[in-house]
């Protein structure tokens, strides 16, 4: 060796500042979290290369470390390596010097992350013609406790050849608390940040770090272009969102990653959610484009036919696997709110069924990402609409929710097209033109109470918006039938009723009971519908009861002061329907 051993005696020790207690315990999620910190070193020293080996399971040895970056000399190591809390960039900068990269070191206390692991780490250095070794015993650390300057750390230099250069640091006597760090974890811990960055090349245990190891739903192809030659694509769709600045697809030419990572103008594409695109992350491999790439290896010259022809491909490999991947994402969700969406669906008129569940893809996709209560939110807010259908019962959904959703409800229903006026509209002329229907049917003479019933079971919207979905099944029909069978025996039976009892699926019911339109309701009528309500209350809770007729005795109140009893006639009833809808055109046009 040149120069020979050369051995400095003289101990050195941590320069700290009062932080250093609060930092110290800083505390990593895992060991290759804290593996991360030394390669976030190696990084910003500039290395192209990063070794790590880590030790097979039921072995004692070190964790290692090693990088072919810029090094330290004896001097860096005693007055920035053992530098405590002193922030490089403030020092630095935040550009790396050689390689211009953003720096990732922050508060002086990375190295320590080895700490966390093992119980003695050892560095060794190589810059500028000097070997530099440093050991720390982390007892030895924590015996000082608060006094950590104090603690003499044995630095020893020796000369080495001028043109090394790196650092290799070793983790031994690993902490038997934590389990050995798996490869496959550090792999996907480090795939995203470093996997595709030019000129830094991990290997883990001499296996270099791929696009491979990001983790997410994986798909690749591979083409033969006429120009750009063969051109593959891997594509991974990760489970959580990329940091923004590696997001997108990027180039790999020649082994070596040109430029940053874009979207190819598909985040453009309306059609995209772009909280999906922010998912997904691109790596094309298309070696002949060498000859098109810039000097410096930052772009690929934009008016390259061949690059042209590439990117059409690879820009339709995605847009098709993202739309995929959402498609399936939406039906998740509509399925995860499975049986409530469905019910619900089932229960409107199949034209309508099919808007509102074109409306549930648009909000849904609008709020891909979002909490699952936002998403609750809206998707109860059109189920409400699309089936009561009403724009003013989405206008009080609006004035009922609190001050500050309000704007934000409104703005995004706006912007999801929620309200379909004219859908809406159209749903009001039908309605209106059924309500005339009802009142031909109903000033008939010849009218009897079960055409009233057939006419009406099925618009319960006629008694207004929270009636709309209610619906009768076949057990409410058979318990009818079986109580008026029971009731109405013998002589009676010429006078049982025409009853039909509907419930919603919050298990609210009510019964209606259907008067021909010449019949006046009167105080009999009162007193019968009294007995059904207390009858039926026992099996089902309460219950509401209206009655429908031709009239109603004048010297009954028609604002019944018991309001789950309530007697209307047939004009009333349509009339009231009527002005709701006129009202509701009104609006519909006025906007
Ligand atoms: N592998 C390495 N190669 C060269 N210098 C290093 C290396 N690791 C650490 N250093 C030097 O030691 C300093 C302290 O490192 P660290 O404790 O991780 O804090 P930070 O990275 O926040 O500055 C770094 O800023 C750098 O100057
Ligand atoms: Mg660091």
Redesign the pocket.
């Known amino acids: 060796m040149p120069g020979g051993l050369l051995l400095r005696a003289k101990p050195a020790q941590f320069r700290v500042d009062p932080r250093l207690a609060r930092l110290l315990g800083e505390s990593y999620r895992s060991t290759e979290q804290a593996i991360k ?2 390669i ?3 990084w ?2 500039d ?1 192209q290369h990063v070794w790590i080996t880590l030790p097979a399971p039921l072995t004692i040895n070190p964790i290692v470390i090693q ?1 072919d ?4 000399t004896e001097r ?1 190591v005693r007055h ?2 053992l530098n ?1 809390a ?3 960039r403030t ?2 900068g935040e550009l790396t010097l050689d390689k211009k990269r953003a720096v ?9 992350a080895g700490l966390v692991a093992a119980d003695i780490m050892e560095v060794c ?1 190589q810059c500028r013609g000097e070997s530099t070794r440093l050991r720390i015993v982390k007892e030895e650390l924590l015996r000082a406790q608060r006094d950590l300057e104090k603690v003499d750390l044995p630095v020893e230099a020796e000369p080495c050849d001028a043109r090394d250069h790196g ?1 290799t ?1 070793t983790l031994s006597c690993l902490n038997t608390k934590f389990l050995l760090p798996q490869p496959e974890t550090l792999r996907k811990l480090l795939a995203l940040e470093y996997g595709r960055e030019r000129d830094f090349v991990l290997l883990v245990n001499g296996e270099q770090l791929a696009h491979e190891d990001i983790p997410g739903q994986k798909f690749s192809a591979t083409v033969q272009l006429p120009n750009a030659g063969t051109v593959t694509i891997n594509f991974t769709i990760m489970d959580k969102p990329a940091p923004r600045s590696q997001a997108g697809v990027v180039m790999r030419v020649g082994g070596k990653v040109v430029g940053q990572p874009t979207f190819l103008g598909l985040d453009e594409d309306h059609e995209l959610p772009p909280r999906l695109l922010r998912h997904v992350v691109v790596e094309v491999v298309a070696d002949s484009l060498e000859e098109d790439v810039t000097a410096d290896w930052g772009a690929i010259i934009e008016n390259s036919v061949a690059y042209d022809e590439a990117r059409k491909w690879v820009r339709d490999q995605i847009a098709h696997q993202v739309r995929q991947k959402f498609q399936a994402d939406v039906e998740e969700q509509v399925k995860r709110r499975g049986r409530t969406v469905e019910q619900r669906l089932a229960q409107m008129p199949k034209h309508r069924r099919e808007i509102a569940r074109a409306q549930l893809q648009r909000v849904l996709q609008k709020l891909y990402g979002e909490s699952e209560e936002r998403i609750d939110t809206v998707v109860n807010l059109i189920l409400d609409a699309m089936e009561k259908d009403e724009y003013w019962l989405v206008c009080e959904h609006l004035n009922q929710s609190r001050d500050g959703d309000v704007e934000v409800l409104a703005a995004a229903l706006e912007d999801f097209g929620l309200v379909d006026l004219a859908v809406m509209a159209q749903q009001a002329r039908r309605r209106l033109e059924l309500l005339d229907r009802l009142d031909e049917l109903a000033s008939n003479p010849n009218t009897l109470e079960k055409d009233m019933h057939t006419a009406l079971d099925r618009n319960l919207w006629v008694f207004g918006p929270g009636y709309s979905v209610m619906a009768s099944n076949q057990t409410l029909a058979r318990v009818i039938a079986e109580y008026t069978g029971q009731a109405f025996k013998g002589k009676r039976a010429r006078q049982r009723p025409d009853l039909f009892l509907a419930h919603d699926a919050w298990n609210r019911h009510v019964l209606i009971e259907f008067k021909r339109p010449s019949h006046t309701i009167d105080r009999d009528a009162e007193a019968q519908a009294k007995k059904y309500r207390d009858d039926l209350t026992p099996s089902f809770g309460h219950i509401e009861v209206i009655v429908v007729g031709g009239k109603v005795d004048p010297t009954m109140s028609s604002h019944y002061p018991e309001s789950d009893l309530q007697f209307l006639t047939y004009n009333a009833l349509v009339s009231r329907a009527r002005n709701a809808l006129e009202w509701l055109l009104e609006e519909l046009s006025m906007s």
């Open positions: 910190e030394l976030d070193n190696a910003d020293a290395s990088d970056g810029s090094g330290m860096e920035e390596y405590i002193n922030d490089r020092r630095r990732k070191g922050r508060k002086g206390i990375g190295k320590f250095t650092t640091v």
